[in-house]
């Protein structure tokens, strides 16, 4: 994918696929921003180059169920502190009001989608939800690379329909940073791993065995391993049809000398 710096966007209108699932506590105040803080100098350079700039974001885990918990208003608001200008804010991300509001905006200004995943077409990567979001920009641009694994409409389907897609400031920086530690690291190298499902990580797991010295597995998918090399587990979360490519990928290490480290 190209840079956003390689495309001419005065004067259109662009898509930005932003990672604002943002901690809050229980009356939906933002206890940590720094995912919005890393997106501010893209969203400011697009701003002074003259584009027309629509924020799109999921937040928690509401289903595909309109949840005013998970509304993304707050983090509209707390980018429109943090820019010193006003991020103007639609309840919901499709349709014709959104149609309308995305018509209305004038160069330089910022408007942020309600919550994609009310609709549930978003993980589901729905190509007329995909379709729908493509025909409110000119061009795309990825820049949350914490959900770019995922093939989900406002990732991956949208992108098909769009005529221009960019990666951002913050997805070539840790794509670079990633490469960094592949292609010239210091050693010894250890690859920290975590989260709730060997599945979504299986590909990386598989992958790091041909470049790194130690790995250390932990969080709940760390119950599975521990699981295939026979240990009880007490009834912890478990994916039972993964337990033999756990126990694979603990071999694997093995034979190649790698460190796997799992907690006890």
Same mark, same amino acid.
Request: aromatic share 6%; with cysteine.
């Given at each position: ?7 001419? #966007? ?39 180059k003259g584009a027309r700039l629509i924020l799109a974001s999921h937040l928690g885990r509401p289903n ?22 006003q991020v103007q804010f639609v309840d919901d991300c499709i349709g014709q009001t959104v149609k309308e ?39 795309? #641009? ?55 499902? #060997? ?31 026979? #240990? ?33």
């Amino acid at each position: 994918m190209k840079s956003i710096r390689d495309i001419a #966007v005065d004067n259109k209108t662009v898509f930005v696929r932003v990672d604002y699932n943002l901690p809050m506590d229980d009356e939906g105040n933002i206890t940590d921003d720094n995912r919005i803080l890393a997106t501010l100098d893209m969203i400011r350079y697009l701003r002074d180059k003259g584009a027309r700039l629509i924020l799109a974001s999921h937040l928690g885990r509401p289903n595909g169920v309109r949840d005013d918990k998970f509304s993304l208003l707050p983090a509209a608001s707390r980018l429109s502190e943090l820019l010193e200008t006003q991020v103007q804010f639609v309840d919901d991300c499709i349709g014709q009001t959104v149609k309308e509001r995305v018509s209305a905006l004038e160069n330089g200004q910022i408007l942020m989608l309600e919550n994609l995943r009310f609709y549930n077409e978003e993980k589901k990567n729905d190509p007329t939800f995909a379709a729908s979001l493509a025909e409110l920009c000119d061009v795309y #641009v990825n820049n949350a690379f914490a959900v770019s694994h995922r093939d989900q409409a406002s990732v991956t389907g949208i992108t098909t329909h769009v005529k221009e897609a960019a990666a951002g400031f913050l997805l070539e920086k840790e794509v670079r940073s990633y490469y960094d530690s592949v292609e010239n690291p210091k050693r010894p190298l250890v690859a920290v791993i975590g989260g709730a499902k #060997v599945s979504s990580k299986l590909a990386a797991l598989e992958n790091m065995l041909n470049f790194v010295d130690r790995m250390v597995i932990g969080g709940a998918m760390a119950n599975t391993f521990l699981k295939s090399q026979g #240990v009880d587990t007490k009834g912890s979360m478990i994916e039972s049809d993964l337990l033999d490519t756990a126990a694979d990928i603990i071999r694997k290490a093995g034979e190649k000398g790698i460190e796997l480290l799992l907690p006890m």
